[in-house]
């Protein structure tokens, strides 16, 4: 059962938690790749799982806004098709996380972050960007992104390589994503609480205080984006939650 006390929160962790949550706002107003990162520090200023349940509820405040902005792009047809290997796969997840100590699941954190990464870069690094269709490449990816989003909130790179499986183009692809992870992040927030007990009153009241680096992630997010060119914020990107992975197996 989780043991949160907001009183005895160190002034390195309420700065990395609160740098988590801006890192959210500038994920969920179209900067993609970055999400990665929030998962790191929060891991950084937690113990690993109970980051996770910190985590969720701050998704699903990022969702709501994400949503809101992008709903008109949203094509339900992907997520239909989508969407019930992401729940075999969380269920999966449930069972894996529920009978992982807290070391085991500091490791297996680091190594899905580590293969995160390694799946981006492989993929910036193809010349093709084209990738299988089949039914059974859904269902594989689908289950993958299952496992690490209730694992470690790490689904994201997984369900991106979906969407460009199936070429779509980039608002829809956003819009669709917004209520594929705004639903998912509401699953996963009773299994968080009554499963897991990583969510209680005490990290509801935290997350509370965490909102305005949301909210402050956001407004950053539509003002820089055009700003920085794509392959070297991918890179720093991808180099920051290596480092940030490595940090968490020698924590």
């Known amino acids: 059962?989780?043991?949160?006390?907001?009183?005895?929160i160190s002034t390195s962790a309420w700065a990395l938690a609160f740098t988590a949550a801006t890192v959210i706002g500038l994920s969920k107003s179209g900067?993609?790749?970055?999400?990665?990162?929030?998962?790191?520090?929060?891991?950084?200023?937690?113990?690993?799982?109970?980051?996770?349940g910190i985590v969720v509820p701050l998704l699903v405040f990022g969702d709501i806004f994400a949503v809101i902005y992008y709903n008109r792009h949203?094509?339900?047809?992907?997520?239909?098709?989508?969407?019930?290997?992401?729940?075999?796969?969380?269920?999966?997840?449930?069972?894996?996380g529920n009978n992982l100590n807290e070391a085991t699941f500091k490791i297996g954190?680091?190594?899905?972050?580590?293969?995160?990464?390694?799946?981006?870069?492989?993929w910036d690094q193809r010349k093709s960007k084209l990738v299988p269709t089949h039914w059974l490449f859904a269902s594989l990816v689908g289950v993958m992104a299952?496992?690490?989003?209730?694992?470690?909130?790490?689904?994201?790179?997984f369900s991106n390589l979906y969407f460009l499986a199936m070429r779509v183009p980039k608002d829809e692809f956003i819009g669709t994503a917004a209520w594929l992870f705004l639903i998912i992040n509401i699953i996963k927030l009773p299994l968080h609480l009554f499963v897991w007990g990583t969510i209680s009153k005490e990290t509801l009241l935290f997350d509370l205080k965490l909102i305005p680096g949301i909210i402050l992630g956001v407004?950053?997010?539509?003002?820089?984006?055009?700003?920085?060119?794509?392959?070297?914020?991918?890179?720093?990107?991808?180099?920051?939650?290596?480092?940030g992975a490595l940090l968490i197996l020698l924590s």
């Open 146 to 157: 299952g496992i690490t989003t209730m694992i470690g909130n790490l689904g994201g790179a």
């Open 219 to 243: 407004v950053l997010g539509i003002c820089v984006v055009k700003l920085i060119k794509e392959k070297l914020y991918r890179k720093m990107i991808l180099i920051l939650t290596a480092l």
């Open 74 to 96: 949203t094509q339900w047809n992907y997520i239909f098709r989508f969407l019930p290997w992401i729940i075999v796969g969380l269920l999966f997840g449930v069972l894996i």
């Open 109 to 122: 954190m680091a190594i899905i972050i580590l293969m995160s990464v390694a799946l981006m870069y492989w």
């Open 1 to 8: 059962m989780l043991l949160f006390q907001d009183a005895t």
């Open 31 to 52: 900067i993609k790749g970055i999400a990665i990162v929030n998962v790191t520090l929060m891991a950084l200023a937690f113990n690993a799982k109970e980051s996770t």
